[in-house]
């Protein structure tokens, strides 16, 4: 279970929200909406513990995370609104790279098939990422979650330049994550079509 | 986590450095050349005499070979910085500070290994040759690993930053001073016969120390720049 107490956030001057109190429940969603400049990003940042709130902290099963530190890591797949895609790999490479580095290595055959499932074709697989378009990059970034095992996704507007029929296969992935029992916190500014048991909103004021 | 997925993954970060290096060859070698250059400057600007060139080799070679590490330090980690890879790196089971050892690493066998390999050919350039040049060699083999590790720390430092690349040459170049005068300082000790021995050992003691403290520098520098 993640659960925020009494966070606080400031950027600069100005002040994002404060007091902020939320839980995510195991198999549930929680979609952070609110207008640009809100400090969604920053609260999916502060979630993934990059950024240190400024009062408050954040628990992972009664726990802070800044006390679990790599533990808490090992629970999480945070995917930024940066794609982290080296233009000079191919798909392949990079997803390969990508879950190695996150401690979860796949196989050449296992990252096949996750780039398929979000409908990358074969040819593309050993193309140089430069040639990619904008979402096709991104969904070569979101294959990581058809290889996650991690019980908590941190998304940061994981369907911006996503085609509708990308949205719906991520949208479907996201929904057997939580019906696993896994946990998921999405900043978006599209309706996520869950279930509306599985899904809870947090509107940020700006 | 336990040991072998900590080696994976810092293995893992080597492998992706090395293999973005073969992509992009053009940028590695430009600092080799570089150093070829700056080397190669000396003797057309001071003049043929080989007593002078002598004097000054092993000095001009680690300047050299400093300013080229200097020029390839933007290269460790402002394109993950930029790409959005370093947020990854820094979220994962493993310490941060392992895996900056790993890109350190991977930044000397792209760009500090060629200038240890090619030092023999600038050395004779310079009229050195017989022990003085294996001393050459052998003291940037120990110096230039240190120049990555120091370097790492600068260029971690100055991450998001504009004009970082003057910014990290003011920060890092101080710093660099000790290696500079133990390694310069073994050379010309051989080759005034009183051996180099002395000035290796120190050049061996930095390493130790900026491999065991330069890693914790760099990866809070990191997060504080990624905060």
């Known amino acids: ?206 | 986590m336990n040991r072998s997925s900590m080696w994976e993954a810092v293995s893992g970060v080597v492998k992706r450095d090395l293999l973005l290096a073969m992509r992009r060859r053009s940028d590695a070698a430009m600092s080799v050349f570089f150093l070829v250059i700056v080397a190669s400057l000396f003797p057309l600007g001071v003049g043929p005499e080989p007593a002078v060139l002598k004097t000054i080799g092993p000095g001009v070679l680690w300047v050299a070979a400093l300013l080229a590490c200097l020029l390839s330090l933007s290269r460790v980690f402002t394109a993950d910085y930029v790409d959005g890879a370093l947020e990854q790196m820094v979220l994962v089971p493993q310490p941060l500070a392992v895996l900056v050892a790993g890109k350190v690493f991977a930044h000397w066998l792209i760009s500090g290994l060629p200038v240890v390999l090619l030092s023999p050919l600038l050395g004779l350039q310079f009229g050195l040759d017989g022990e003085p040049l294996g001393v050459l060699v052998l003291s940037l083999l120990l110096g230039t690993p240190t120049l990555s590790m120091i370097g790492a720390i600068g260029a971690a430092l100055v991450l998001g930053v504009r004009g970082s690349g003057l910014l990290v040459a003011l920060l890092v170049l101080p710093l660099y001073v000790p290696v500079l005068i133990f390694g310069a300082g073994a050379v010309t000790g051989s080759m005034a016969g009183v051996g180099g021995e002395a000035n290796l050992s120190l050049l061996g003691a930095s390493l130790v120390l900026s491999l065991f403290l330069a890693p914790w520098a760099t990866a809070a520098a990191i997060r504080i720049a990624l905060e």
Not at chain 1, 11 to 28: A, D, I, M, Q, Y
Not at chain 1, 57 to 69: A, C, F, M, N, R
Not at chain 1, 128 to 155: D, E, F, I, N, Y
């Open chain 1, 1 to 206: 279970m993640l659960q925020a107490v009494g966070l606080s956030c400031r950027r600069g001057e100005r002040r994002l929200f404060s007091n902020l109190n939320v839980k995510v429940e195991p198999g549930t969603l929680l979609a952070v909406v609110g207008e640009n400049g809100s400090g969604k990003t920053s609260l999916l940042r502060i979630f993934s513990s990059l950024l240190p709130p400024e009062e408050g902290s954040v628990l992972w099963d009664g726990q802070d995370i800044h006390q679990l530190k790599e533990l808490y890591a090992g629970q999480l797949t945070y995917l930024g609104h940066l794609n982290g895609i080296k233009d000079d790999l191919t798909p392949l490479e990079n997803l390969m790279s990508a879950t190695s580095l996150a401690g979860e290595p796949c196989s050449n055959k296992g990252a096949k098939e996750a780039l398929e499932a979000i409908g990358l074709k074969r040819p593309i697989h050993h193309l140089p990422s430069k040639v990619l378009s904008q979402g096709q990059k991104r969904r070569v970034t979101l294959a990581r979650l058809w290889l996650s095992t991690r019980p908590l996704w941190l998304l940061d507007e994981p369907f911006t330049s996503l085609d509708a029929a990308s949205t719906s296969v991520v949208t479907q992935r996201l929904l057997t994550h939580v019906q696993r029992g896994g946990l998921a916190v999405l900043v978006t500014h599209q309706e996520v079509a869950l279930p509306a048991e599985r899904l809870q909103h947090l509107r940020l004021a700006g």
